[in-house]
């Protein structure tokens, strides 16, 4: 059984930045994937960026590309999803999903969630 906790996120300017973690705790190890879904009121959970902890397998939606870097730190068993450039069609709760097996964009096939995290993005 794999857990995972977010944290980071909060309120923030249109322009500003924030960071997220993602720590996962139990059996997880290089094959294992971890991904950032966010979601909006009435809308469906969106894939944004996800890697495997071996570092491979790493992809981000079209749209936060350019604002948005996955990053992990192996001796936490952390992944951080770095967001700059926010605008405030970013705002959403996000949610730190694992798996076993590469990444996938498609968050049924995530079996581990985090509690989410809000971001709000002022303009």
């Known amino acids: 059984q794999v857990q995972l906790v977010e944290s980071g996120g909060g309120l923030v300017q249109a322009g500003g930045s924030l960071r997220l973690s993602c720590a996962a705790s139990g059996r997880t190890g290089s094959s294992y994937a971890l991904g950032w879904f966010r979601q909006a009121p009435g809308k469906e959970r969106d894939f944004v960026a996800g890697?495997?902890?071996?570092?491979?397998?790493?992809y981000t939606a079209d749209s936060v590309k350019g604002r948005f870097t996955i990053s992990r730190d192996n001796t936490k068993n952390t992944v951080y999803l770095q967001m700059d450039s926010l605008k405030p069609e970013d705002t959403a709760v996000y949610y730190c999903?694992?798996?076993?097996?590469?990444?996938?964009?498609?968050?049924?096939?995530?079996?581990?969630w985090g509690q989410g995290t809000q971001v709000t993005v002022s303009s």
């Open positions: 999903a694992g798996r076993r097996g590469i990444t996938t964009v498609k968050a049924y096939e995530y079996d581990a």
């Open positions: 890697m495997n902890l071996s570092g491979r397998h790493t």
